[in-house]
């Protein structure tokens, strides 16, 4: 048994050997490896994959920056609202005192209101906005980045000043009772 297993492995691997010199050859005579070769080298599809990789990789950045834009802004916005407020309530308080026989003293208030400057945000956002033009036109963005972090941590900072100074106007005008 083992005999004729051995006899069938040889002659099979035999034949095999005799054979496969002929399958290699192509069928097909119009088709030659020297022309596969110059097709798959015209291709060049090793930039277009990067290249599609950069663009979306520039897409999510500029999502990103205009959600972290608009967050900063509108921010911003209720910031100035909330100082409409206090100003109506001063002016409000104000009224009262007139025709009040007790008044409440709110110049130290007033005083801090004062102190609520939106010059430094300005700037600090068209600094922001001139690092992501630089960013987003630069072939190297990932270098830049922390430009943009900086720019934005000054942003919160200034807005926190801002805020700060409306918390402290409302102490005093609470105080002031």
């Known amino acids: 048994m083992k005999q004729t297993l051995k006899v ?7 034949s095999l050997s005799i054979v496969s010199p002929a399958l290699a050859k192509d069928s097909n005579p119009l088709v030659t490896p020297t022309r596969n070769r110059q097709k ?18 520039r897409t999510k950045a500029q999502a990103i920056i205009k959600r972290l834009r608009q967050g900063l802004t509108s921010r911003f916005d209720s910031i100035n609202k909330i100082k ?4 109506a309530r001063i002016s409000k308080i104000e009224e009262a ?8 003293d709110l110049t130290a208030a007033k005083a801090k209101l004062a102190e609520f400057n939106t010059d430094k ?5 068209a600094t922001f906005d001139a690092k992501v033009a630089e960013v987003l036109a630069s072939s190297t963005p990932l270098k830049l980045t922390p430009d943009i972090k900086t ?3 000054a942003l919160k900072d200034d807005l926190k000043s801002l805020r700060q100074i409306l918390t402290d106007t409302l102490r005093l005008i609470i105080k002031a009772k």
């Open 151 to 153: 720019a934005a941590s």
């Open 97 to 104: 005192n007139k025709t009040a026989a007790k008044t409440r």
């Open 84 to 87: 409409a407020r206090i100003e």
């Open 40 to 57: 798959f080298s015209d291709l060049k599809l090793l930039p277009t994959v990067t290249q599609n990789k950069l663009e979306l990789r």
């Open 121 to 125: 945000y300005t700037t600090d956002l």
């Open 8 to 14: 069938f492995i040889l002659s099979l691997l035999l």
